[in-house]
């Protein structure tokens, strides 16, 4: 399947992210930026182990599509987006290339770098206002979703 045909189809997109007034500017920004995504969000970093591991309530694949990328917050209840992504990368085959992009309100350097060490492809700081994130997530649905070629994710 083509990146073409992925995208007319909607790409799935899984943001896990804790903070519900946060998920609200952030879908509010998607909306604000050309183009269709199907956001799909769970709240903690075990149920986005789940999610992508397609354990219930996630087993489901048509309701629940493996995702053509990620938005991954580092601070999140029970497991950490850090544990998250190291927990991805661990994994055998091609899960384990799912694109993943940090966006997180933390700046600091030790951070940065674990999610670096991790295989982490982007990582965003949350900006302080609708308008900054709404051009950031504009610039990352041009390029993450329009023009980079995905490595190939089947389960």
């Known amino acids: ?18 903070d519900s007034f946060d998920v609200q500017l952030i879908k509010t920004a998607l909306g604000r930026t050309p183009g269709e995504i199907n956001l799909i969000r769970v709240d903690d970093g075990d149920k986005a182990v789940d999610y992508l591991s397609g354990v219930a309530p996630y087993d489901d694949r048509k309701k629940y599509p493996i995702p053509l990328t990620m938005i991954l917050d580092i601070k999140l209840p029970k497991r950490s987006g850090l544990e998250v992504l190291q927990w991805l990368r661990d994994q055998s085959g091609p899960i384990c290339r799912l694109p993943i992009l940090m966006l997180t309100s933390s700046s600091h350097q030790v951070d940065i770098n674990r999610a670096f060490e991790r295989g982490v492809n982007a990582y965003f700081t949350k900006p302080e206002s609708v308008k900054e994130l709404t051009s950031m997530l504009g610039e990352f649905k041009n390029f993450w979703l329009n023009r980079m070629e995905f490595p190939e994710i089947v389960v």
């Open 1 to 18: 399947m083509t990146n073409e045909r992925r995208l007319k189809a909607n790409p799935v997109v899984l943001l896990v992210e804790d």
